[in-house]
């Protein structure tokens, strides 16, 4: 066994010994919606909705060691743009539902299209945008934090965007 092949044999054995070491994993995250959920029921702006963005996140880092791990703070945003991502295709399925009755019978521009458009173009935008987030760390530990940290931000943003829509109102 050459130099070379010594060091690929012990990098596999460590990162096995790791991987089957007991110890803190994604099922020690302790995540609840409940401080987001609350929050934003209290909410009647934007403003206001923009100070829910990350409190059940911040919570479930702070709950146990694990969670203020680079892969607990991703588990953790994850969790918490779940909970926006559903609050965002609620709300779209509303907007949009207002939307097409508003659109019946009048020729023109259609506002249910213009909502689609709007919502395909915006998860390309989505997409793009974290994935740069993610590519400044040039592979760093930090890309798949501050990108998963972007995602619930823009998510967020977007449903607090459509709740309140002067159409949603």
Known sequence: MDQEDFMRLSALLAFLVLLLAPGAQADDIVYSDAATAQCLAKASSVDAGEKCIGL????????????????????????????????????????????????????????????????????KYRDARCAFVESQTQGGTMGKTLAAGCRQQTTADQALFLKYAMIAE
């Open 56 to 123: 059940s996140t911040a919570k479930c880092i702070n709950a146990n060691d694990f969670g203020q791990t680079s892969a607990g703070m991703v588990s953790c945003t994850a969790h918490e743009t779940a909970f926006w991502d559903k609050q965002l295709n609620a709300i779209y399925e509303n907007v949009m539902k207002k939307a097409k009755k508003l659109d019946e019978g009048v020729s023109g521009s259609s506002i249910a299209e213009a909502l689609l458009v709007m919502e395909r173009d915006w998860i």
